[in-house]
């Protein structure tokens, strides 16, 4: 009779305890439940499924989208228009208004997929052992004590402690991100806090089984397991984050709206003293409120976010949220996974030795091309033979299968395999050649216990050769003989030391070492097992390899470093290959790699002390990453952080920027992630933070331009409403004037080309303010002068003429005054006879373009009356022009002081 699982059943310890205590632990035995059991537990403990937490519904996704105070401001800039009958106006901003909901809405929507990818990682069937019987259950009916049945192609349908295992390999991707198969064990491992990747006899929900069989009992299901762990790290994780420029833009919201009511307050006020009509007063602070607010900024925002967002795609990113391109720009650490993304990704053969010669090997993955040369002295005939007899051996023993698909070289089998079998290729042997020539007669796969794989093959003159590939040292055990440029001899206590020597050499390059044997026989047995053929071996040489850097990587790197941005290494591999490769790229120094284990006896407070010096992690798990993504945000970073597994997606959906690997992400990751790069390669980051920073400094700009329009617009009004004076501006003068400045020029100024100088700076505080003292400053005066000029020439033409004619001239300085102030604003450091008018030809078409059609709408008759205008001799255009020229002028001067300040600063401080 069942019993119910006992105290003992505590998640965590089943790897450190017997098969037979687990079974009674469990309440099970090797026959399995029975049904009335399994049925029993089933009703108690839920179906085997990943479960969701409760959502918002999606009336309350579309509300939550008008949140933003610049909606708002833009709703009631639209209000304002409509009251003014500025009917195309109205629709024009209601429509943005609805177009940004409906956009924020789908992408909120899609973004709550990931939950829902998980389950596509559960098996649908799985073979379980109930009533001593092996029968095809859903997965959903899983149940603690169960008995798996694991074959070659299944899905794990619960975490499981082996009971049997034979040659069993698993797939652990999903969980570690390490794209090697595990080999699994059924020994209890006595150690604590043993990591994910490491618990060999234990088999997990989501993962595969790549080849071999076993038996496992069921200790964990649903949320209990560790993909379940995941999926409530998921739900847990913030997806509902704001951008450090959502951020700002709110802040400066409400600045805006706060200036606004004061204004139109103030002003109110002073002419209501003075006796002016109600009507002529609201209509007047209407004017004053639309030009006090860039109503045209969320939409300028949102098209230069979605050019850049074309632009990256380009660059193979792409951006699932519009604002996540920003806040990479001011990302001050990216945390990124190693293999496949600062590595290759593919094993590939670094370094031979054969015949007491040492060897090293050319050529990145699986790509066949590449040379071998002699370390010492030059490549010739010997040496090619005694290559060309390591190389039979390599594909002697091998499985794998090398094929070119639209121009990348890939493997099909074990990695490891593909990697001998490239090696094989370079050496110049043919794997097809072999197979057809000398068939295989049996296969030994390769077992723990063994630590090699052979294959007997039978050659082309009736005899008989066994291939064997495997750990070098238990290989060198089995050999009696050392194959050498004369010829095979018995293998001495000498030899045996000098290819230590060679494999102590290998492995302190971080080189993963694999030795090659064979031996010959006349006849062979049929039923001769691994023990007869794998003895008294010849042995031929040995390949060192590794999963190598990528050749961009290492100048990406670099390139974060000039930018202020710090890399950290976070993996599940081993902690010697993570440190050797992370100082390989220039990302430590030294330091030794901080484990999962390690991590695991730190507190909140001393992890948020460590992360600030520790840029390698290895062997850790979904939590760890989670863990460290959030003691970086503690402590005020904004952090990027990247990965293609399972356990990457509660780190990637927690971080300030989540970004997913295109070719080998998971599709729980793609969902979970803010932008995805196609090609899996750290550098195309690297180029995203270029192009982050680039549209904030296009935001910025443009914003700068916008605010010193409104702020001469309102400093033109106050000062002649406060002298008295009648309102130089009508109310459709100012909706033209934004319209002008807050469309074309602006979006030109907001698409401009990026400047390079970006990846030289700092990354931005993360609450560095978006209008801060230069800027401010720099605002203030482009609007004091503009109105200056605009009051000067208004004053002048009212005192010789009459007040129809003195808004004309003041209207068309304005005007002008402001579009030509676009090519100063181009950049707040570098002159505009220094930037090319050819690297934003648009904006050249859209100024010439509206001084063409401002000219041609003074002699207008219709356009004329709609401006309520006098014509304007074109000799006087002149004159205006000249004048609309000093605000840019003057503010050219003041960067040329502003930069040989500067310069002569940084002289005085180097000297």
Known sequence: MMTEPTSASVPGIWYRQSSEDVLRALGSSTEGLSSSEGTSRLEKAGPNEITEAARPGGFQILLSQFRSLIIWILIVAGGVSAIMGEIVNTVAIFVIVVLNAFIGFYQELSAERSINALKLLTAPEVKLRRDGRVRSFPASQVVTGDILILEAGDLVAADARLLKAASLFVMEATLTGESATVEKQITELPSDNIPIGDQVNIVFMGTSVAAGAGEAVVVSTA?????????????????????????????????????????????????????????????????????????????????????????????????????????????????????????????????????????????????????????????????????????????????????EEDGIWKVIGDPTEGALLVSGAKAGAKQEVLSRESPVVVEFPFDSDRKLSSMVREMPGGSFRVFANGAPGPLLERCSHIYTEQGVRPLSQEDRLVVSSVISGMAGLSLRVLGSAQRDFDEFKADAVAADVEQGLTFVGLAGMYDPPRPEARRAIADCRAAGIRVVMITGDHPETASAIAKDLGIASGASAVTGAQLEQLNEHELNERVSSTSVYARVTAEHKLRIVRALQANGDVAAMTGDGVNDAPAIKGADIGIAMGQTGTQVTKQSADIIVTDDNFATIVEAVEQGRGIYDNIRKTLQYLLAGSTAELLLMAVCVVIGLPAPLLPIHLLWINLVTDGLPALCLATDKIDPSVMTRAPRRQNESLTDRRFLSTMLLTGLLTASVAFGVYFYTLKYGDAETARTHAFTVMVFSEILRAFGARSETVSVWKISLLTNRSLVVVVVATFIFQIWSQHNTVLGGLFKTTPIAYADFMVLFSLAAIPLVVLEIVKLLRANFAKANGQAARD
């Not at 994780?237 to 400066?252: I, M």
């Not at 109110?268 to 009509?277: E, P, S, V």
């Not at 650490?333 to 015949?355: F, N, P």
Request: charged share 15%; aromatic share 4%; proline share 2%.
């Open 223 to 403: 949320m209990q397991t560790e993909l379940g762990r995941i999926a409530g790290l998921l739900q847990q994780a913030d997806s509902t984050k704001s951008t450090p420029l959502q951020q700002k833009l709110d802040a400066f919201g409400r600045v805006l709206i706060w200036i606004a009511l004061g204004i139109v307050a103030v002003l109110f006020a002073l002419g209501f003293l003075r006796g002016t009509a109600l009507e002529e007063l609201a209509l007047t602070a209407i004017g004053l409120a639309v030009a006090a607010v860039p109503e045209g900024l969320p939409a300028i925002v949102t098209v230069a976010l979605s050019v850049g967002v074309l632009q990256m795609a380009r660059r193979r990113v792409l951006v699932r949220k519009l604002a996540a391109v920003e806040t990479l720009g001011s990302t001050t650490v990216i945390c990124t996974d190693k293999t496949g993304t600062l590595t290759v990704g593919q094993m590939t053969v670094r370094a031979l030795y054969v015949a007491g010669n040492g060897y090293d090997v050319t050529g990145e993955g699986y790509e066949p091309h590449g040379t071998i040369s002699l370390r010492e002295g030059m490549l010739d005939d010997k040496h090619s033979l005694a290559l060309q007899e390591l190389a039979n051996v390599h594909l002697g023993c091998n499985k794998a299968h090398l094929f």
